[in-house]
Each structure stands twice: as C-alpha cells, then as structure tokens.
C-alpha cells in the first residue's frame, strides 16, 4: 500500500503555471504512477503517467503543456503545469501502481485501473 499526498494546487491566471507536487511514502516502489484531474460534472480523465523505465504519457489537451516528472530521491511525483487555461480547473489526483505490472503502464493509465490514490489538490485557473 502506498500513502499520496498531493499538493501545490491553487488559483492562477490563465496563461500562468503552477507545479503538483504528490509526495508518496509507504511501500515507496511504484512501476506506474499519474496524474488524473475532474471537473464538476464531469468524468475523471487522465492528465499524465510516467512508469519506472522513464516512458511517459500524456493526454492530447496537455501535450506539451504539461511535464510529469518522478524524483525517486526524495519519493515525489511532479506536474509542471504551463500556459494554463480555464479548462484545465479541476481538482488534480495522483495515482500509483505497485502490483499489476503485467498490464503495462499505458493499460493501466489509460483505463484508470492504479490501485493507490490521493484525496487531490484544487487548481482553479481563470
């Protein structure tokens, strides 16, 4: 089991930057860890994930926005949020997977199936 704590949420102005920080502790090895975000209203989606050979993964709206970085020193999941924009408001969630790696990270990111979450940090752009 691993314990996330995210934080580093906040209101910013569009076109501005903000960096999640998702501290994890516990059973600190994790092959696929993300990033997940949800609007009022609407579904879940995935925002990034990055799994322990250094592959990454992003969703199309944030391409080239967004950097999802793992810092195993300090056991600490980053997103480097830039050029933000009223759609990306939403409370921010982090994810980790330690058991089913069979699956491969893209299945388990893209299908939500991470078996660790945090209780998420509010980012709120306008």
């Known amino acids: 089991h691993v314990q996330l704590v995210e934080s580093g949420g906040g209101s910013v102005q569009v076109g501005g930057s903000l960096r999640l920080s998702c501290a994890y502790s516990g059973r600190t090895y994790s092959y696929c860890m993300g990033w997940f975000r949800q609007a009022p209203g609407e579904t879940r989606e995935g925002v990034a994930a990055t799994e322990t050979d250094g592959s990454t993964y992003y969703a199309n709206s944030v391409k080239g926005r967004f950097t999802i970085s793992k810092d195993d020193t300090k056991n600490i999941l980053h997103l480097q949020m830039n050029n933000l924009d009223t759609e990306d408001t939403a409370m921010y969630y982090c994810?980790?997977?330690?058991?089913?790696?069979?699956?491969?990270?893209?299945?388990?990111?893209?299908?939500?199936?991470?078996?660790?979450w945090g209780q998420g940090t509010q980012v709120t752009v306008s």
């Open positions: 994810a980790a997977e330690t058991t089913r790696r069979r699956l491969g990270c893209r299945t388990i990111y893209e299908n939500q199936l991470f078996d660790n």
